[in-house]
C-alpha cells in the first residue's frame, strides 16, 4: 500500500474551496503553524498548493483556528482579508460550531455532563492545568460531553466546546479520570501514537453569502474505528 504523504494528496483532503474560504482535514502529526525551522506545517503547505493553483498571485491564508499538532480533524481557512475577519468574528460571538470526537481511558460517569473548570497555560512548558479559579491568570473552561459507546476500558466521547482554552479537551478530560487514549502529555504511554480527538463537525455562515455552510468526517486514527459509530 502505497504511504498517504499529506504534500502529495492535499487535493484529497480538502472538503470544500471557493474564492473566499478553504475547509481542510488536518491529519494528526501535522502542526498548523511552527516555529521550528525546517518543519513543515499546514499554513505552508497551503500557500504552496494555492501558489501552484493561481501562478503569480500571492497566496493568501487566514488562520481562524488551530488544533494541536497531535490532533486530526476539520478547519476553515479565509482566503482572503474580508473572508478571515468575518470567520474570526464568528468565532468570537460563538457562531462558528466545533464538535469533537475522543476516545477515553475508562467510562465517564455520568455518561452526560458538563465540565467547569479553572484553567492556567504554562508558556515554558506548553501545558496547562486546572487551577483554583483564583490564581492569577485562570480562565474558565467549559465543555459538554457525551458517551457515545463503551468498549471494555475506553470510551468513545462526543465533546462541545463553549469555550476555547489552551488543550483544554485534553486537560479537562484528563482531571475527570478519563485522559484521552495516547495523550502522553496528559495522561500515560499507552502505545497508541496521536491523541484520540478528532475535529469531526464544523459549522459557521459563509462570509459572503451568508449560507450555514456544514462538514462531518469520520476520524482516521486507527484506535477510532474499534467503535461502530466511526467504521463506514
Same mark, same amino acid.
Not at 13 to 34: H, N, R, T, W
Not at 47 to 76: C, F, S, W
Not at 113 to 123: F, I, N, T
Not at 133 to 139: G, L, M, N, T
Given at each position: ?6 504534500? %502529495? ?9 471557493? *474564492? ?11 502542526? /498548523?503553524?511552527?516555529?521550528? @525551522?525546517?518543519? @513543515? ?5 497551503? *500557500? ?39 470567520? %474570526? ?6 457562531? /462558528?460550531? *466545533? ?7 475508562? %467510562? ?7 465540565? /467547569? ?55 479537562? @478530560? ?6 484521552? /487514549? ?10 497508541? *501514537? ?18 450555514? @455552510? ?19
Amino acid at each position: 500500500m502505497k504511504r498517504f504523504d499529506v504534500r %502529495n494528496n492535499i487535493q484529497e483532503m480538502i472538503q470544500y474551496e471557493d *474564492k473566499d474560504v478553504l475547509v481542510f482535514c488536518k491529519p494528526a502529526g501535522l502542526p /498548523v503553524q511552527s516555529a521550528r @525551522m525546517g518543519q @513543515m506545517d499546514l499554513e505552508s503547505l497551503l *500557500k504552496n498548493y494555492l501558489a501552484e493553483v493561481v501562478p503569480g498571485q500571492m497566496p493568501y491564508v487566514g488562520i481562524v483556528h488551530r488544533l494541536d499538532q497531535p490532533v486530526e480533524g476539520l478547519l476553515v481557512f479565509g482566503k482572503n482579508k474580508k473572508s478571515t475577519v468575518s470567520l %474570526n468574528q464568528q468565532l468570537g460571538k460563538g457562531e /462558528v460550531e *466545533k464538535k469533537y470526537l475522543a476516545v477515553v481511558h475508562g %467510562n465517564p460517569e455520568p455518561k452526560e455532563g458538563k465540565l /467547569v473548570d479553572y484553567l492556567k497555560r504554562d508558556g515554558k512548558t506548553n501545558t496547562s492545568s486546572v487551577v483554583s479559579e483564583h490564581i492569577r491568570d485562570a480562565k474558565r473552561s467549559v465543555l459538554n460531553y457525551r458517551t457515545l459507546e463503551i468498549l471494555e476500558d475506553m470510551a468513545l466521547v462526543e465533546i462541545n466546546l463553549e469555550t476555547g482554552r489552551h488543550h483544554q479537551i485534553r486537560v479537562q @478530560m484528563a482531571h475527570g479520570n478519563t485522559p484521552l /487514549v495516547g495523550d502522553h502529555k496528559y495522561g500515560r504511554a499507552d502505545g497508541v *501514537k496521536n491523541v484520540a480527538l478528532c475535529a469531526y463537525k464544523l459549522s459557521y455562515c459563509h462570509p459572503d453569502s451568508g449560507k450555514k @455552510m456544514k462538514f462531518e468526517i469520520l476520524p482516521k486514527g486507527e484506535i477510532f474505528r474499534k467503535f461502530s459509530s466511526c467504521q463506514e
